[in-house]
């Protein structure tokens, strides 16, 4: 079955005919995971495959892709490899979402239709860390995050320190 990865097509005919489709998907057309990105280039590729089973409608999907996202550590870019493979169960409904057996993710399709894209999009989002940072290990493990302009030396000390509440002990006294 040729079908492109942003076309939705009825669950029941992928799963009938066991529709399998290799994708190559733009990382900047998966709209949730681009909102996410320090930048859009680069692809999400992979398989997935469509069968019954149990009575139950599911897609196996392999993706891998290596987005970029901001290390929280040093707020310079970085590289982060995502691999998934997923055993998805597709569901019309919150009902029919309780009933799936266990090992199976789940995913709530619209109009008895999805995807690749909607697929893709999902288990990329999925697979992005909360907080980016690079290995313990890395050249930015040592270093504090430092904003544009203010580079300033390891040893430099701030040479006009404030405290604002340190003559507020004597004003207590007094009364």
């Known amino acids: ?3 492109g990865w942003s076309r939705r097509a009825p669950v029941d005919t992928l799963v009938g005919t066991e529709a399998a489709i290799d994708f190559t998907i733009p990382l900047s057309e998966l709209p949730r995971v681009s909102h996410e990105l320090s930048a859009t280039d680069g692809e999400a590729i992979g398989k997935v495959r469509f069968s019954r089973q149990l009575g139950q409608a599911v897609a196996d999907l392999e993706v891998s892709t290596q987005p970029e ?4 550590r040093c707020m310079q870019p970085m590289r982060w490899p995502v691999r998934v493979k997923s055993r998805i169960a597709l569901v019309s409904d919150y009902n029919a979402a309780d009933r799936v057996p266990e090992g199976l993710e789940v995913f709530l399709v ?5 995807s690749v ?3 893709v999009d999902e288990e990329v989002l999925l697979a992005l860390p909360h907080v980016a940072r690079h290995d313990e290990d890395s050249e930015c ?7 544009p302009g203010h580079e300033a030396e390891a040893d ?3 040479a ?5 509440f340190a003559q507020l ?3 207590l006294k007094r009364k």
């Open 160 to 164: 006009d320190v404030q405290k604002p």
């Open 117 to 119: 894209r909607d697929l």
């Open 141 to 147: 493990a040592g270093r504090e995050m430092r904003l």
């Open 69 to 72: 996202v901001v290390c929280q």
């Open 156 to 158: 430099e000390v701030p």
């Open 169 to 171: 002990g004597e004003l």
């Open 110 to 114: 619209e109009a008895d239709s999805v």
């Open 1 to 3: 079955m040729s079908l």
